[in-house]
């Protein structure tokens, strides 16, 4: 495999399109944009200088070439990456009309976030060979990969994408059934319909809130992850349920129903404008961090 067809050039799009080029895949786009390559030039060095901090240089970077013309972008390639928009119409259609351009054998992966895999393929005269592998923002630099079938993908399909992912240092998951949100979003937004409730009942400020997890269960989970943090907190994970189920139990029974309402968005977006300034400092501080710490994490991380 040594040609890799994208599908869509935004956010997304772009990362994985650096991501696949510095581990020495030839990268072939299509997005129909005329400002698509000039926005990925604007980024293209600090995306590198990222992948380059976080996985040493890059021994022989593959090419990025930017077409307009579908066809001839996919002309070729060993596996495609979908990045369009996250709507049903648009990646059924999508995924039916990149199937029309590459040979019967090539995996056509979707990095939609919240879309079932069993509806994207349902358009397609290949369904097999569908499967989805949601990144995550910033993805040149995050290292999980979320991987699943739909209904009509064949069983080997996922294992043999997550290939294509470990062989540029993604940390990919698999699924074993569909589900919205998948892993990551689903306790990403737990956490976050509590961190919402908390704000919106006056309990602490967006601020502590933030500071709260960033703190508290961040640097552990964000090391070992939570079953293996919480087992570090007792002698194992069966004297950790002994000693603090109730105490989550108690948790769980309490925690509060937030939905985003009208009311709820003006408080949450109020109250959070104020710490997102300067976007821009706050991104680059933040992939900075990131690297840094997935540098660390790669090394004493367990998982």
Not at 209 to 225: C, H, L, S, T
Request: glycine fraction near 8%; charged fraction near 25%; aromatic fraction near 6%.
């Amino acid at each position: 495999m040594k040609t890799i067809g994208i599908v869509g050039f935004g956010v997304i799009g772009q990362r994985w399109a650096a991501a696949f080029a510095h581990h020495g895949f030839d990268v072939r786009v299509h997005d129909p944009d005329p400002e698509a390559p000039a926005r990925f030039a604007a980024l293209r060095d600090g995306l590198f200088a990222d992948l380059a901090e976080l996985h040493g240089p890059a021994i022989a970077p593959g090419e990025i070439e930017v077409f307009d013309d579908m066809a001839e972008a996919l002309a070729g390639v060993d596996y495609v990456q979908e990045s369009g928009p996250e709507a049903l119409d648009l990646k059924q259609a999508l995924l039916a009309e990149i199937e029309r351009h590459v040979e019967d054998e090539v995996i056509i992966a979707s990095s939609s976030s919240a879309l079932l895999v069993t509806e994207m393929q349902a358009r397609c005269a290949r369904p097999e060979r569908i499967v989805l592998a949601h990144p995550f923002n910033p993805a040149h630099i995050m290292p999980l990969v979320e991987i699943v079938g739909g209904e009509q993908t064949a069983p080997d399909v996922p294992a043999r994408a997550r290939a294509v992912y470990d062989a540029i240092g993604k940390k990919p998951v698999l699924l074993t059934r569909e589900i919205t949100g998948h892993l990551a979003l689903r306790l990403m937004g737990a956490m976050w319909r509590e961190a919402i409730a908390l704000l919106r009942d006056g309990v602490a400020s967006v601020e502590d809130i933030d500071r709260a997890f960033i703190y508290g269960p961040g640097p552990k989970w964000g090391v070992q992850g939570a079953f293996i943090s919480n087992g570090l907190n007792a002698e194992g994970m069966a004297e950790f349920l002994r000693k603090y189920g109730q105490t989550y139990e108690d948790i769980w029974a309490d925690l509060g129903d937030a939905t985003l309402n009208a009311e709820t968005r003006e408080i949450v977006a109020t109250a959070a404008e104020r710490l997102l300034q300067d976007r821009e400092a706050l991104r680059a501080d933040r992939d900075a961090a990131i690297v840094s710490m997935l540098k660390l994490i790669g090394e004493r991380g367990p998982l």
